[in-house]
């Protein structure tokens, strides 16, 4: 890793680092999380060009959040799910400026107006009457929500702008389909089966087919790849997370992504790889990607089409999800246009924005 425009602060005789302002951005999720707040965060980056930019995430983001171009450090967090943090570790002066992108509601607000901000950008609620927001919308895509949030507080944001700059390192298997059988909830994840009749179909029509997987998902990703008769070596992942300078490379380069509603996703979507993404609680119109060719989603709501018929976080695999079927999902994929060139359609990493310091 590069060395970062700025250490992490210490002491109040940090003076280089007391001298910049510093605008701190709570979005302490995943992947899918950070990629659909890379619009706000473009637009912050703009219209705060003298701030270093403090993004409150996992550490296990730090990674992500440097290949956006957009982050100048880290601020590790710890909480449970998709909780709120109970504490953040900030030093030295307060934000000149703080953005809830957490959520909506008192234990995010509370915990960034604790920090002391010059300014906080957060949606109403209630239960903290002196923020001055925007009203939250139930129905709203993630990126559009956090685009209208700064819009509000004058900070203009284009909800399309979402790509990140292409992984710097070769793919592991360039033109490959990626197939990615895993979610965090039972709800999401289509069953293995189908995955597994989808990659054979496409691997005996001559496609390379690699399967990959998060922390703890190797069994899945496996039993997919052997159900699928794929050669040895095609998972990728599975004891740990695939580093993800590698996987932004092998999903940036791939023929296309076949995954649920979870963050490689929204990675095919920052990198302008053509996609299929199946849905089952949550409608696409909340966390879909970008209307166009290059993406298909496949959801089949019946006769309730509101914005979360399902519990997304549910055991078992939801009853629209199962309503997909494998033929559907390879005829989607033959129907994809061919991916473009790579090129960097992101911001371009300037000085100090090649690597994420964790303050």
Not at 155 to 184: C, M, N, Q, R
Not at 308 to 335: C, Q, S, Y
Request: with cysteine; hydrophobic share 40%.
């Amino acid at each position: 890793m590069s060395t970062p425009r700025h250490a992490a602060p210490r002491d109040d005789g940090d003076r280089a680092v007391a001298a910049s302002p510093r605008v701190l951005v709570l979005r302490a999720l995943g992947l899918g999380d950070l990629l659909t707040a890379v619009p706000a965060l473009c637009a912050l980056r703009r219209h705060l060009p003298g701030h270093d930019l403090v993004l409150a995430g996992p550490r296990r983001l730090a990674a992500a959040a440097a290949a956006t171009g957009l982050v100048d450090r880290l601020l590790p967090t710890t909480a449970t799910g998709r909780d709120v943090p109970a504490e953040l570790a900030w030093s030295g002066p307060e934000p000149d400026v703080a953005v809830d992108l957490h959520g909506n509601g008192p234990p995010s607000h509370l915990l960034l107006q604790r920090l002391g901000p010059r300014r906080l950008l957060a949606y109403a609620h209630p239960g903290t009457p002196r923020i001055a927001g925007p009203v939250w919308r139930e129905d709203e895509h993630e990126r559009d929500r956090w685009c209208r949030l700064l819009a509000w507080y004058g900070i203009a944001a284009d909800p399309g702008e979402v790509w990140i700059p292409p992984a710097p390192v070769p793919s592991p298997a360039p033109g490959a389909v990626v197939i990615h059988p895993g979610a965090d909830a039972g709800a999401r994840r289509w069953p293995p089966e189908r995955f597994a009749a989808v990659a054979g179909e496409l691997h005996r029509s001559g496609q390379d087919v690699v399967v990959t997987a998060g922390a703890g998902e190797g069994p899945l990703a496996h039993r997919v790849a052997c159900a699928a008769g794929l050669p040895p070596g095609a998972v990728l992942g599975g004891g740990d997370d695939v580093p993800f300078e590698r996987l932004a490379a092998l999903v940036g380069q791939a023929r296309c992504v076949v995954v649920g509603d979870t963050g490689l996703a929204h990675l095919a979507t920052a990198l302008g790889t053509p996609s299929v993404v199946l849905f089952g609680p949550v409608a696409p119109r909340l966390w879909g990607p970008p209307a166009g060719a290059r993406h298909r989603v496949l959801w089949h709501p019946g006769g309730d089409d509101s914005p979360r018929p399902g519990d997304a976080h549910g055991r078992l695999p939801d009853e629209r999800l199962l309503r997909i079927g494998v033929d559907e999902v390879v005829d989607a994929v033959r129907a994809l246009p061919e991916p473009e060139p790579a090129r960097s359609r992101g911001p371009a990493a300037g000085p100090g924005r090649t690597a994420v310091a964790q303050a």
